[in-house]
T-cell receptor, first 113, second 114 residues
């Protein structure tokens, strides 16, 4: 079993829909959780960064962490065609950049105009 | 501000040749990471440095892989000899060690070993 599991998709939804992306993990030592967005032939770019359980909102994006269930989610409201990309969850034991990230394999998201 | 800069963007070479990938981190960042991305395995950490010193190289797949960071503004990842299974996209990332600071990624080097 991989440390981080993520459905690879593709996930196709119509413009304006609410998108839900999820990851599960097995290592209880993970404390910091991130979502990255990756466009084709580009590097991952950070969308959300959270610590411990709870919700964090930034514009149309909401990140949720449930450490008791080892489950994290990213919600995208009012989805736009420009949101079409691969979304990677990532997590780490230590804060900041002082540790390597463990990634899910990514979910390929397609927003249909 | 300039982001993480990687070169070359694309590399195609024959099996057995030496390959050198280069990375310039964001100025002032004290951590540098090398990752590899494949369809089968996703993004995996290879090695990372703190203040130019290698901290964890447990992700380096074989002795054919080596990485150096001779100064704060430059790092290399070398594969010698290269094999077709090394074909992947190699990413470099840098960060500050302060809590809450994310890793910033370059756009990667797409490596094809024939």
């Amino acid at each position: 079993q991989k440390e981080v599991e993520q459905d690879p998709g593709p996930l196709s939804v119509p413009e304006g829909a609410i998108v839900s992306l999820n990851c599960t993990y097995s290592n209880s030592a993970f404390q910091y959780f991130m979502w990255y967005r990756q466009y084709s032939r580009k590097g991952p770019e950070l969308l959300m960064y959270t610590y411990s359980s709870g919700n964090k909102e930034d514009g149309r994006f909401t990140a949720q962490v449930d450490k008791s269930s080892k489950y994290i989610s990213l919600f995208i409201r009012d989805s736009q065609p420009s949101d079409s990309a691969t979304y990677l969850c990532a997590m780490t034991r230590l804060g900041g950049g002082a540790d390597g990230l463990t990634f899910g394999k990514g979910t390929h998201l397609i927003i249909q105009p | 501000d300039a982001g993480v800069i990687q070169s070359p963007r694309h590399e195609v070479t024959e099996m057995g040749q030496e390959v050198t990938l280069r990375c310039k981190p964001i100025s002032g960042h004290d951590y540098l990471f090398w990752y590899r991305q494949t369809m089968m395995r996703g993004l995996e950490l290879l090695i990372y440095f703190n203040n130019n010193v290698p901290i964890d190289d447990s992700g380096m797949p074989e002795d054919r892989f080596s990485a150096k960071m001779p100064n704060a503004s430059f790092s290399t990842l070398k594969i010698q000899p290269s094999e077709p299974r090394d074909s992947a996209v190699y990413f470099c990332a840098s960060s500050l060690s302060a809590t809450g600071q994310p890793q910033h990624f370059g756009d990667g080097t797409r490596l094809s070993i024939l």
